[in-house]
Nanobody, 116 residues
Framework: QVQLVESGGGLVQPGGSLRLSCAASGFTFSSAPMNWYRQAPGKERELVAAITPTGGSTNYGDSMKGRFTMSRDNAKNTVYLQMNSLKPEDAAVYYC?????????WGQGTQVTVSS
C-alpha cells in the first residue's frame, strides 16, 4: 500500500531553516508527481510546493517563492522541502501528498513551529 512518511519538523527561530523529508513506498515513485501541503490551526490546507515526476519542474505557493525549495531523489524514493527565512506564519503541520491512480494519498504530517 502507498505510504508517505514525513520527517524533519521541529522548532526553529524566525529567519531560520528546516529541511523536511518524505519517504515514499508502495507505488512507482519515479512516475508520480509529489506535493507538499501545510495546514495551520483554524486555516484551510494550502499547497506549499509541487514537483513533477522527473523533478524537472517545480511550483510554489506565492508566499513560499524564493524561500522554499522542493526537490526529489528518485533513487531514494524521497522528496525534500528546504525551507529558509522561516516566518512565524509558516508554522503549521506539513503534509506530503501524491495523486496516484486517481487517489490522493497523505502522510501523517510533521509539525513546524517558528518562534523565538
Amino acid at each position: 500500500q502507498v505510504q508517505l512518511v514525513e520527517s524533519g519538523g521541529g522548532l526553529v527561530q524566525p529567519g531560520g531553516s528546516l529541511r523536511l523529508s518524505c519517504a515514499a513506498s508502495g507505488f512507482t515513485f519515479s512516475s508520480a508527481p509529489m506535493n507538499w501541503y501545510r495546514q495551520a490551526p483554524g486555516k484551510e490546507r494550502e499547497l506549499v510546493a509541487a514537483i513533477t515526476p522527473t523533478g524537472g519542474s517545480t511550483n510554489y505557493g506565492d508566499s513560499m517563492k524564493g524561500r522554499f525549495t522542493m526537490s526529489r531523489d528518485n533513487a531514494k524514493n524521497t522528496v525534500y522541502l528546504q525551507m529558509n527565512s522561516l516566518k512565524p506564519e509558516d508554522a503549521a503541520v506539513y503534509y506530503c501528498n501524491t495523486f496516484w491512480r486517481r487517489l490522493h494519498y497523505w502522510g501523517q504530517g510533521t509539525q513546524v513551529t517558528v518562534s523565538s
